[in-house]
């Protein structure tokens, strides 16, 4: 056995030690055995639908994310899928350094982490994930302790509609090369019900964006005086 004999723990997995030859009169007393009580580690993914960081009542859990528990040596020891409300667990694991880190490839198409440690928030209520890498930092968990303060929020990434107005010189539909764009015209942003929930203007070489959450929506065009739009779907989509 390896160790200070007053001080170690002599048994092994199995609970048995080594074997000892004693003399006559002789007294052993540095056979010894110590214990530890498993830990855990884990909590929860969840979409931040209000993008504030922190884990509001009523914000679901989201299923199907990849998360690896990483050891002080950088070793991936274990991995879970989060389950139907977003909840993950590693559990059995001796008492150590560990880190939990998300992988991002398993995210919803059109999602990503929200802010970390977001101002406001606590440990129970946090996003601890990078939200380049998806990786948490370590903690040392100690002896039956059970650590349910990690989580990960993510949010829908802004959506991008919009390109251009010109002036269609030779009224084919079609935008050919050299026809300039026309600038100060108003476009209206409407949603799937037709209100209009946005409005801006063309840029000096005719272009507009809006920069909006994933859905649907359309895009009105309010033509200059002395003007009308040109046909429609003419030509190439773009």
């Given at each position: 056995?390896?160790?200070?004999?007053?001080?170690?723990?002599?048994?092994?997995?199995?609970?048995?030690?080594?074997?000892?030859?004693?003399?006559?009169?002789?007294?052993?007393?540095?056979?010894?055995?110590?214990?530890?009580?498993?830990?855990?580690?884990?909590?929860?993914?969840?979409?931040?639908?209000?993008?504030?960081?922190?884990?509001?009542?009523g914000?679901?859990?989201?299923?199907?994310?990849?998360?690896?528990?990483?050891?002080a040596?950088?070793?991936?020891?274990?991995?879970?899928?989060?389950?139907?409300?977003?909840?993950?667990?590693?559990?059995?694991?001796?008492?150590?350094?560990?880190?939990?880190?998300f992988?991002?490839?398993?995210?919803?198409?059109?999602?990503?982490?929200?802010?970390?440690?977001?101002a406001?928030?606590?440990?129970?209520n946090?996003?601890?994930?990078?939200?380049?890498?998806?990786?948490?930092?370590?903690?040392?968990l100690?002896?039956?302790?059970?650590?349910?303060?990690?989580?990960?929020?993510?949010?829908?990434?802004?959506?991008?509609?919009?390109?251009?107005?010109?002036?269609?010189?030779?009224?084919?539909?079609v935008?050919?090369?050299?026809?300039?764009g026309?600038?100060?015209v108003?476009?209206?942003?409407?949603?799937?019900?037709?209100?209009?929930?946005?409005?801006?203007t063309?840029?000096?070489?005719?272009?507009y964006?809006?920069?909006?959450e994933?859905?649907?929506?359309?895009?009105?065009?309010?033509?200059?005086?002395?003007?009308?739009?040109?046909?429609q779907?003419?030509g190439?989509?773009?």
């Open positions: 056995n390896v160790g200070d004999d007053a001080f170690d723990s002599d048994a092994g997995a199995d609970g048995l030690t080594g074997c000892y030859t004693l003399s006559a009169g002789q007294t052993e007393t540095s056979v010894d055995a110590g214990f530890y009580e498993k830990a855990e580690i884990g909590d929860r993914v969840w979409l931040d639908a209000n993008k504030n960081g922190i884990q509001d009542a914000e679901a859990g989201v299923s199907g994310v990849t998360a690896r528990l990483v050891d040596d950088g070793n991936v020891v274990a991995t879970a899928t989060t389950d139907a409300n977003g909840n993950y667990l590693f559990d059995g694991l001796t008492p150590g350094q560990y880190r939990v880190d992988d991002l490839g398993t995210l919803p198409a059109g999602f990503a982490v929200t802010t970390k440690d977001a406001g928030s606590t440990d129970t946090d996003s601890d994930a990078n939200p380049g890498t998806g990786e948490t930092t370590y903690t040392t100690e002896s039956g302790e059970s650590d349910l303060s990690w989580d990960m929020g993510i949010v829908a990434t802004p959506a991008r509609i919009g390109d251009r107005v010109w002036l269609d010189a030779n009224a084919n539909g935008q050919d090369a050299g026809e300039a026309v600038s100060g108003t476009i209206e942003l409407k949603d799937a019900g037709g209100t209009v929930i946005g409005s801006t063309t840029d000096a070489s005719g272009n964006f809006f920069d909006v994933p859905g649907t929506y359309s895009i009105a065009v309010t033509a200059p005086a002395g003007f009308v739009v040109t046909g779907n003419l190439g989509n773009e």
